[in-house]
């Protein structure tokens, strides 16, 4: 089994800045990448970031030069650093891992954390 605890969400003013952590735990033999999605209601679970195992880092358009993704392979963990956020940031936002136990790869979510901006 594999865990993904996430932290950091909350409620922050437009411009303000907050940073998401997701730890992963359990029987992990071998992780391919860590990402971020996010959904706001009444909307599609949408990308974020995502970050490979090399450091091979992935962003939606709209968080480009925002938001920067991290990770740290010795403890499985990711971060997100959520800088100038807007209204429209706001949404439940989940860790989510593509990783093996070993036998396949397959992808785990996290729980969510909520991330609220207010004008």
């Known amino acids: 089994q594999v865990q993904l605890v996430e932290s950091g969400g909350g409620l922050v003013q437009a411009g303000g800045s907050l940073r998401l952590s997701c730890a992963a735990s359990?029987?992990?033999?071998?992780?391919?990448?860590m990402g971020w999605y996010r959904q706001a209601p009444g909307k599609q679970r949408e990308l974020v970031a995502t970050?490979?195992?090399?450091?091979?880092?992935n962003y939606a358009d709209s968080v480009k030069g925002r938001f920067t993704i991290s990770r740290d392979n010795v403890k499985n963990t990711a971060f997100l650093q959520m800088n100038s956020l807007k209204s429209e940031d706001t949404a439940v936002y989940y860790c989510?891992?593509?990783?093996?136990?070993?036998?396949?790869?397959?992808?785990?979510w996290g729980q969510g954390t909520q991330v609220t901006v207010s004008l």
């Open positions: 970050i490979t195992s090399g450091g091979r880092t």
């Open positions: 359990g029987s992990i033999l071998s992780i391919n990448s």
């Open positions: 989510n891992l593509i990783g093996s136990t070993g036998i396949q790869y397959r992808d785990y």
